[in-house]
């Protein structure tokens, strides 16, 4: 499957000189969003290549990759559960429109305290989940493993070669490890990890099979699913501007980021420069939600 580079008209980009386009993966589906179907494509064959008939996964409330794993295991007839972060939602996820839409595609939810939360990566907790619910396929949060990795090599095609710059954003890393390893020796990957933390930077080097990439830690916004005005601002010009829509917790900030690096001329003028719209639009509600709350201004939908 591969999707459309869009190119992006805005009066900035023509004063310097440089060309951005946004590939649109985030036209692949609304629930199982640009790159979580690339990561979950091989993991599904492999699941059932084992015989699996349960997917068991990891995710926040608001995950991407939580909606992407119950849609799709529906989809290919997959039984899913989603281990989810925070006891308190037990009581309340019915008010949580990602956990909703999960629940409508069949997923059922074990919910555990955010202390617990934090083993599960380690092989004691997972056996323990094993034992609970029996033979299981384990998606890692976030999907992030080799065969995510293989699958999201699969987003830059052979007509992507003229770009220069290619640019995504980083939440576990498994994305950008795929465009690094599929990228060309004159390319250079550049990820805006969406969340604090120098931890990444290992991380990716376990997946990348070159030094042709480096991280742009500037754009986090204070943390994971932090946001503040400006940055709501920035995305609700960008739709005016484009009619494309963002998401606050990834595509937001990576695009502030871009940007903000063309103003201060980190692109040299003649640059082509290739964005990967990851998707991630189903979080929007949820968003808007805290937002509300907090007086904010909201997201254009
Ligand atoms: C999950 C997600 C990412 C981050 O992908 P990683 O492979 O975990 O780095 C980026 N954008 C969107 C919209 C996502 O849902």
């Known amino acids: 499957m591969t999707t459309p580079n869009?190119?992006?008209?805005?009066?900035?980009?023509?004063?310097?000189?440089?060309?951005?386009?946004?590939k649109r993966e985030d036209t692949i589906h609304p629930l199982i969003s640009g790159n979580k179907y690339r990561k979950?494509?091989?993991?599904?064959?492999?699941?059932?290549?084992?015989g699996q008939h349960t997917l068991l996964t990891f995710g926040g409330a608001y995950s991407n990759h939580i909606a992407a794993t119950a849609y799709a295991g529906q989809l290919h007839g997959f039984q899913t559960i989603g281990v989810i972060?925070?006891?308190e939602l037990e009581s309340q996820w019915q008010n949580n429109p990602t956990l909703r839409l999960a629940h409508e595609h069949g997923m059922q939810f074990h919910f555990v305290s955010r202390s617990d939360y934090r083993y599960k990566n380690e092989p004691r907790f997972l056996e323990a989940l094993k034992k609970q619910f029996g033979e299981v396929?384990?998606?890692?949060?976030?999907?992030?493993?080799?065969?995510a990795i293989k699958g999201c090599m699969e987003i830059l095609t052979a007509e992507d070669a003229r770009f220069d710059y290619i640019c995504s954003s980083v939440g576990t890393g498994g994305t950008l490890g795929g465009?690094?390893?599929?990228?060309?020796?004159?390319?250079?990957?550049?990820g805006f990890p969406a969340l604090k933390g120098d931890f990444l930077i290992e991380e990716i080097r376990t997946f990348a099979q070159?030094?042709?990439w480096q991280l742009v830690t500037d754009y986090h916004f204070g943390g994971y699913a932090k946001v503040d005005q400006q940055l709501i601002a920035f995305i609700n010009r960008f739709k005016q501007q484009t009619g494309i829509a963002l998401d606050p917790i990834y595509t937001?900030?990576?695009?502030?980021?871009?940007?903000?690096?063309?103003?201060?001329?980190?692109?040299p003028p003649g640059s082509q420069i290739l964005a990967i719209h990851t998707?991630?639009?189903?979080?929007?509600?949820?968003?808007?939600?805290?937002?509300?709350?907090?007086?904010?201004?909201?997201?254009?939908?």
Do not use: C, W
Not at 179 to 190: E, F, K, P, R
Not at 252 to 267: A, E, N, P, R, Y
């Open 252 to 267: 937001g900030k990576m695009l502030f980021g871009i940007f903000d690096l063309i103003k201060s001329d980190f692109f």
């Open 85 to 87: 972060r925070g006891e």
């Open 179 to 190: 465009l690094i390893n599929a990228s060309q020796s004159h390319q250079t990957v550049l």
């Open 6 to 22: 869009q190119h992006i008209d805005i009066p900035l980009l023509q004063e310097k000189g440089v060309q951005l386009y946004l």
């Open 137 to 147: 396929y384990l998606l890692p949060e976030g999907g992030t493993n080799d065969l």
């Open 40 to 50: 979950l494509k091989y993991n599904l064959h492999e699941a059932k290549a084992q």
């Open 210 to 212: 070159n030094n042709r």
């Open 279 to 301: 998707g991630g639009l189903q979080g929007i509600p949820g968003m808007n939600a805290i937002l509300k709350k907090k007086n904010l201004p909201l997201l254009d939908i």
